[in-house]
């Protein structure tokens, strides 16, 4: 099951965070461009093979830290079919390097299309990950197509209650006295009954923004057996203390994710002159490293550290 090699990874790193994977041209350090843009004659070309080569650095520095990443397709969309060739590349370099893949390709669709996606993701078709994260919004046929795939050792993450400040909008809507959110997470639980592996969680996770750690604290009490992907550490403002409430007592049942804060740690004022542009790298291990001890010193206050 997908879940048991998560945790396994998890408890291997004893570290429950994942690195997202979402490069900016303006992250990328001057070496890299320089060396892209004189390879190449179209911007889109030297800008995508270039975030490629600043990926693969940030692979190297943390792959002996986290258990996974999280690649968020929309960056590299951005660059059309170079940016998505380098998806690729990158995907199999972070598998290359024994990390696990978890794709934010937040997909959501009639159930003959969910297929298609289910088939470009998790069937191998346009590239295979781990895990992908998928919008419930139309429904149980929408979500089915990939279900099924966690019989084959793939798992997804559910939207419940997103990082963002809007998601109060539609998801904060109260109907029959629960909240949307609530609903949402009722039906991630039904779903996920199938799919429960040898560490008592699930393959269908939900994904709950660390920014609002109420909601987090009730949305576990509805789903004790589906795993948390929590992204809204650090950039979005979400803290350790805030996420820890994302944990069940046993110290599993959560994997934390930052992007910004980690790979873009060489531009914060902290890093900035400790290391040389070359270096650029460790500032982002020790981004990584740093974030994997402030959570595990948080579960540990909360007597849920499980290592
Ligand atoms: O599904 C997600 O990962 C996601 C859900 C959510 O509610 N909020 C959220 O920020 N995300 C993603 O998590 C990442 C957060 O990035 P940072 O804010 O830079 O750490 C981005 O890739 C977002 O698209």
Redesign the pocket.
């Known amino acids: 099951m997908f879940i048991d090699q998560l945790i396994k990874k998890i408890k291997e790193k004893k570290n429950p965070s994942v690195v997202?994977l979402?490069p900016r041209i303006e992250f990328v350090p001057q070496f890299i461009k320089d060396k892209y843009t004189e390879m190449y004659k179209t911007e889109n070309k030297s800008a995508a093979y270039a975030m490629l080569e600043y990926n693969k650095f940030i692979i190297d520095a943390i792959k002996d830290i986290v258990p996974c990443v999280?690649p968020?397709i929309a960056f590299y969309e951005a660059y059309g079919i170079e940016g998505l060739e380098v998806f690729k590349e990158t995907v199999k370099y972070a598998k290359e390097n024994g990390l696990l893949v978890l794709a934010?390709v937040?997909r959501g669709d009639i159930g003959s299309t969910a297929k298609a996606y289910a088939q470009a993701y998790l069937g191998g078709c346009f590239i295979e990950v781990d895990s992908i994260?998928v919008n419930p919004y139309l429904g149980e046929d929408s979500i089915t197509p990939f279900t099924e795939y966690c019989d084959l050792n793939k798992g997804i993450?559910i939207?419940a209650k997103?990082?963002?400040k809007s998601?109060e909008d539609l998801q904060d809507l109260i109907s029959e006295d629960k909240r949307i959110y609530e609903i949402v997470a009722e039906h991630i639980k039904k779903w996920g009954e199938k799919y429960i592996g040898d560490n008592g969680y699930s393959s269908v996770g939900a994904?709950i923004?660390a920014t609002y750690p109420e909601v987090m604290k009730r949305l576990r009490e509805v789903m004790k057996n589906a795993y948390f992907?929590v992204?809204?550490?650090?950039?979005?403002g979400g803290t350790a203390l805030d996420v820890v409430h994302s944990f069940n007592e046993d110290g599993l049942g959560a994997i934390i994710?930052?992007?910004?804060?980690i790979i873009a740690a060489h531009l914060k004022d902290k890093y900035k002159d400790k290391y040389k542009d070359e270096e650029f790298y460790l500032a982002i291990r020790q981004a990584a490293i740093e974030m994997r001890d402030d959570i595990n010193n948080a579960l540990e206050k909360n007597n849920k550290l499980y290592y």
Do not use: H, M, W
Request: charged residues 20%; aromatic residues 8%.
């Open positions: 997202g979402d999280k968020q934010d937040k994260t993450f939207l997103t990082s963002n998601s994904v923004g992907l992204p809204g550490y650090g950039a979005q994710n930052s992007s910004r804060g």
